[in-house]
């Protein structure tokens, strides 16, 4: 089993490779933020400090929730997914396999993120480095799983860019990404409060930043993984191989 | 509960009493049909007339609303493992990685089966030599359609399901499919096809069942089918004012005696007088045609 959930995932990690629109937006997007950001606040450390966990969170969200839900939205109206379910690869190992691709973007962004943060910033390396793995693995099962679930309800595949960005971009906005979110108006902070990406954004901060352990953390813990447990759930009660009889 | 059955079981498929409902609509109504091992049996039938739910029901994609069904001894529903790994399909439309070259596919295809075939062979098959390096978003769509063959031979199933497998092909390409068919024939494969295509039906399948609204019409070898109840024999000829005329008849014996005890009272000859049994053809447009008042 483990063989062929390997070697499914070099498969997939090819094809990701291969794919620029893809690598693009999963993988420099962020980067030229960061960048852009970067210059602006150059001169200006507590801003570099909100900048670069936030930039750290939005990439674990575009590396597994919009990734996925665009990708299993075109495997299974393309009826890639249909016609992996009709060989002898065990479905289990095929998701896990495309999961593990999603965590790999994930994983590579954070590093890429810590680096520049430290290199071009001047960013302390991640005190913490115990609480950027728990937060970083939460982060992503927690967006996996809702990007796999908000699949299910994209019709097809031209329409996933307007429903996936219509929850990325305002969460996004509203999470904290670009400014302290302390600083924005309450009715928009009890929203974000409401939703995983601040919390994970809080759990970076405290790893890449401030320091704080885990014990600061543990209610952005419990946060991500409520919404874990939702998307988890709708992910496979909702999980079809096939694209919906038109 | 599966139980395999042992390999010396002749029946490659059994299909006794199946329905499929989708809510209040009846796709399957009640069909039955066994399929021999080595034998290509053929589902032929209008769109809409139910082959591909039926087929894909065999093929663990979708569940049976009632009946009974065994696939090489296995219930396909409960989707074995097993089963997967002796069977190929090929789906009437699907698709692949867009960024795959044909013989990466090939390869990575054969590396889901336990004893699967050389892929360079499968290529060499399916026509796709010159385009093995080819990725599949610059395939044509008949060669699309040669790597899902090539996929779904790769594994050496003993039994392949091709649902509608030369639709959008150009005649050359088709004859090709066509004997990649022969080909599995010729190893002792059993193969599942459906088409539309009545020629398809009559040149590659040992038997046809021709499906229509949910219901098997009637099944036989292509040569024999319309022996039985439905069975007619056309009888023409041209009559002296050089008219062509045609029946149909249950008893060509009767009516050929009155035919020519009339002619010759008359002193005429019934040129071109042929008695024909009805091809496969006229089998299935009488089969299928749609009554209308």
Redesign the interface.
């Known amino acids: 089993m483990s063989a062929l959930i390997w ?1 499914q995932y070099r ?1 997939e990690r090819r ?1 990701f490779w ?2 620029p629109t893809a690598a693009f937006f999963n993988f420099l997007f962020p980067l030229i933020l960061l960048a852009l950001f970067g210059a602006v606040f150059a001169n200006d450390q507590s801003n570099l400090n909100v900048i670069v966990p936030g930039i750290a969170g939005m990439a674990v969200m575009a590396t597994t929730f919009t990734a996925l839900a665009f990708s299993m939205t075109f495997l299974r ?4 997914l ?2 992996i ?6 479905s289990g190992a095929y998701l896990a396999a495309v999961f593990a691709s999603a965590v790999a973007n994930a994983i590579l962004q954070i590093v890429i993120i810590v680096l520049a943060g430290r290199t071009v910033f001047g960013i302390p390396w991640p005190p913490a480095p115990l609480e950027l793995v728990v937060f970083a693995a939460a982060g992503v099962v927690c967006f996996a799983s809702l990007g796999i679930a908000l699949s299910h309800a994209i019709p097809n595949f031209e329409s996933a860019p307007a429903y996936t960005n219509a929850i990325f971009l305002p969460v996004i906005f509203i999470s904290g990404v670009f400014f302290d979110a302390d600083k924005a108006p309450k009715f928009l902070t009890d929203i974000a409060e409401a939703l995983p990406l601040i919390h994970l954004i809080d759990g970076l901060s405290g790893a890449m930043v401030t320091g704080q352990g885990l014990s600061h953390h543990w209610s952005d813990l419990a946060v991500l993984a409520v919404w874990s447990a939702i998307g988890i759930f709708l992910a496979v009660r909702g999980f079809s ?2 694209a919906r009889r038109s | 509960m599966s139980n395999p059955r042992p390999p010396s079981d002749p029946l490659a498929i059994e299909v006794a009493d199946l329905v499929k409902r989708y809510g209040a609509v009846e796709a399957v109504r009640g069909i039955d049909f066994a399929v021999a091992r080595g034998e290509v049996f053929g589902l032929l039938g209008p769109n809409g007339a139910g082959k591909t739910t039926t087929v894909e029901i065999l ?3 979708r569940h049976r609303t009632a009946g009974e069904v065994r696939v090489l001894g296995f219930d396909p529903a409960q989707r074995p ?1 097993a089963l ?2 002796r069977m190929g ?1 090929v ?1 009437q ?8 070259s044909v013989r990466e596919a090939v390869v ?2 054969a ?4 004893r699967p075939r050389d892929p360079d062979e499968v290529i060499a098959l399916a026509g796709l030599i010159e385009a093995q390096g080819t ?1 599949v978003r610059a395939l044509s769509g008949g060669q699309l359609r040669r790597l899902d063959f090539a ?1 779904a031979l790769v ?1 050496d199933p003993e039994l392949v399901f091709l649902d509608e497998p030369t639709t959008g092909f150009d005649p050359a390409a088709r004859r090709n499919a066509w004997e990649v068919i022969r080909s599995l024939r010729a190893l002792g494969k059993t193969v599942l096809l459906t088409t539309h295509y009545l020629d398809e039906a009559a040149a590659l399948a040992d038997r046809v069942a021709i499906i229509k609204d949910g219901r098997i019409l009637a099944e036989g070898a292509p040569g024999e089918l319309g022996v039985g109840a439905t069975s007619r024999y056309r009888v023409a000829w041209r009559d002296a004012a050089g008219e062509v005329h045609e029946r149909i008849t249950d008893d060509p014996t009767a009516l050929l005696a009155t035919l020519t005890t009339e002619a010759l009272a008359r002193g005429e000859r019934l040129e071109e007088l042929s008695v024909t049994r009805p091809s496969l053809e006229d089998v299935y447009l009488e089969l299928t045609a749609e009554v209308t008042s």
């Not at chain 2, 590396?111 to 336990?114: A, E, I, R, V």
């Open positions: 070697r498969l094809m291969r794919n109206e393309q009826g890639v249909k016609r379910r009709g060989t002898p690869l065990p191989w096939e | 093929e663990g994609y493992r997967r790994q399909i789906l439309s699907t698709g692949l990685y867009r960024h795959i990575h295809w590396g889901f089966y336990p990725r996929l594994g």
